[in-house]
């Protein structure tokens, strides 16, 4: 077993070039979420898993790569190559795949194109030492994972495209410990109102206010933030029991006012606001 490790590692060594080229030209697509335009990646992804030998398919541009030899148990690869949006405090290009210094800087170098470039070339560097496994070896690249996977690893689940016995999930540092969450629930608040000229206060005490004037949305917004804010203060107080979760920032739960949006301009009382939050969940909270 340690000599067909050290073959193993070996190889990798020997793929090191073409493993950084790989992964500069991985980094070069941007696969930013939102918009979510994943065509351009996937299709790279596919033609490399191919290249290597794997049986693959494209499910909603997610890819899935197969290594079948006999009937034992199947392993899980899992990445997903979609990534947060490239804001402008870059110094660098984000889809430039710069290296300096021994490293590669770009949208996704790390979390989370770093791990599907992993698992494409250890499967690589398993089939070409020759190891001869008895079983499965799915290797998947995902999308939406960076909005909440629904159309990513959860949709291949769920339809029964993926299906295994054990995964490998490199999107974390290597002593971050898993175990059993809560998950993370998505609220959206939507408030409408009535537009309204600017100069004509909703909150005009008669005679100035009149049939015209507006119910301004987002000053009735900010009473469903306080209250977010006030609530999120027991929320962090809370605790959960279970000890897998000791050292995780998934031991509390909390909320997370994301975004808001309302208004269409300067001179008039928006009739409608939006408010996107999200919320930790430990094991013992639901979503009720």
């Known amino acids: ?5 050290k073959i193993v590692l070996d190889k990798i060594d ?9 992964h500069q030209q991985i980094i070069q ?25 794997l049986k693959t398919q494209i499910k909603r541009k997610n890819v899935i790569g197969e290594l079948e030899n006999g009937n034992g148990r199947t392993l899980i690869f899992n990445g997903h ?5 490239a804001f402008k405090k870059w110094t660098k290009d984000p889809f430039g795949a710069e ?30 030492s020759g190891v001869n496994i008895n079983g499965k070896l799915v290797v998947t690249a995902v999308g939406d994972e960076e909005l909440g996977g629904l159309k990513g690893v959860k949709l291949l689940l769920s339809s029964g495209v993926i299906n295994g016995d054990a ?49 301004n949305t987002i000053e009735k917004m900010l009473k469903i933030m306080n ?20 050292d995780s920032t998934n031991k509390i739960s909390w ?20 408010l996107h939050c999200s919320v930790n969940l430990i094991p013992e909270q639901n979503t009720e």
């Open 1 to 5: 077993m340690e000599n067909l490790e």
């Open 14 to 22: 020997e793929m090191r070039d073409e493993i950084i080229k790989f």
């Open 29 to 53: 697509i941007p696969s930013e979420n939102p918009p979510g335009k994943y065509r351009e990646v996937a299709k790279f992804t596919e033609r490399k898993m191919n290249k290597i030998g």
């Open 81 to 85: 190559y979609d990534t947060v949006q």
């Open 99 to 128: 290296i300096e210094d021994g490293k590669i800087y770009g949208r996704g170098a790390s979390d989370d194109k770093s791990c599907v470039t992993a698992e494409i070339f250890a499967t690589q560097a398993l089939i070409e």
């Open 167 to 215: 995964c490998l999930l490199g999107d974390a540092p290597p002593d971050f410990p898993f175990g059993y969450t809560g998950g993370t629930m998505f609220i959206t608040f939507t408030i409408n109102g009535k537009t309204g000229h600017g100069l004509g206060n909703p909150d005009m005490p008669p005679p100035y206010r009149n049939k015209y004037s507006g119910i």
């Open 227 to 246: 209250f977010l804010v006030e609530l999120n203060k027991e929320f962090l107080q809370v605790e959960t029991k279970y000890p897998l979760m000791a």
């Open 255 to 274: 909320i997370n006012l994301a975004e808001i949006h309302g208004g269409t301009k300067i001179s008039t009382v928006p009739d409608r606001c939006y």
